[in-house]
């Protein structure tokens, strides 16, 4: 079974500082991990997957296999940066996506 | 590209009732995805569909739910009878390659179902 646990249901942090939401996962096999993003109003979109190694909007996430994680980290937090944010994990199927239960990140200026 | 279109947004049904949400996936995209959210939960997967083929349906109720992506028009959600516990945010995604390759899903707006 694949499961997807998302610690944190509101993070409030100030504009400036470093954000971290937390991510942990539970899969047997070789994941694919993902996170994406719904900005208010917006459509649930892709922020970054783990096997393209990127930053995006300064947003990075690194897979920690030891510590079955995939926190997503950005050093200085944006008021635009506020939204709600899902991980989500492929296993061993090509097509099935397990979502966390999100956290809402609030930026404060 | 008006990306994957939902409707209708908002829905509202009595207890009986039946409810049938639409889809219509990006345009060159045959590969669609229903995803459920319930309050204060994540989204879970319902069913998988191509065109005119269920590919996987493990995420579905086994009674009073089911899905269908025919060769012209939609993909429908049906819900029959539905009850309070239905009540959700359905949402549909869609795919070119059946996430094989990037893994990406590009969503819906969602549907909000209510049932009284």
């Known amino acids: 079974a694949q499961r997807v646990t998302q610690p944190e249901k509101l993070l409030s942090v100030f504009k400036g500082a470093p954000v971290e939401l937390k991510c942990n996962y539970s899969?047997?096999?070789?994941?694919?991990l993902f996170w994406y993003v719904q900005y208010s109003r917006q459509r649930l979109q892709l922020l970054l997957r783990?096997?393209s190694r990127e930053s995006i909007k300064g947003f990075t996430a690194d897979l920690n296999k030891g510590e079955t994680s995939f926190h997503l980290k950005k050093p200085f937090a944006q008021e635009e940066d506020s939204a709600m944010y899902y991980c989500?994990?492929?296993?061993?199927?090509?097509?099935?996506?397990?979502f966390g239960k999100g956290t809402l990140l609030t930026v404060n200026p | 590209n008006a990306g994957v279109m939902q409707n209708p947004r908002h829905l509202v049904r009595r207890r009986g009732q039946e409810a049938r949400l639409r889809c219509s996936p990006m345009?060159?995209?045959?590969?669609v995805y229903w995803y459920r959210q319930l309050p204060e939960e994540g989204l879970k997967f319902m069913v998988y569909?191509?065109?005119?083929?269920?590919?996987?349906e493990s995420g579905m109720p086994k009674e009073r739910f089911s899905a269908e992506f025919p060769k012209e028009g939609p993909s429908i959600l049906r819900i029959q009878q539905v009850v309070r516990g239905d009540s959700a945010a359905y949402f549909c995604?869609?795919?070119?390659?059946?996430?094989?390759?990037?893994?990406?899903?590009?969503f819906g707006e969602g549907s909000r179902l209510t049932v009284l």
């Open positions: 899969y047997s096999g070789s994941p694919e």
């Open positions: 569909l191509q065109k005119e083929n269920i590919i996987d």
């Open positions: 345009k060159g995209h045959s590969h």
């Open positions: 989500a994990l492929r296993g061993g199927s090509n097509y099935k996506l397990t």
């Open positions: 995604a869609s795919s070119p390659t059946g996430l094989a390759g990037t893994g990406e899903l590009f």
């Open positions: 783990h096997i």
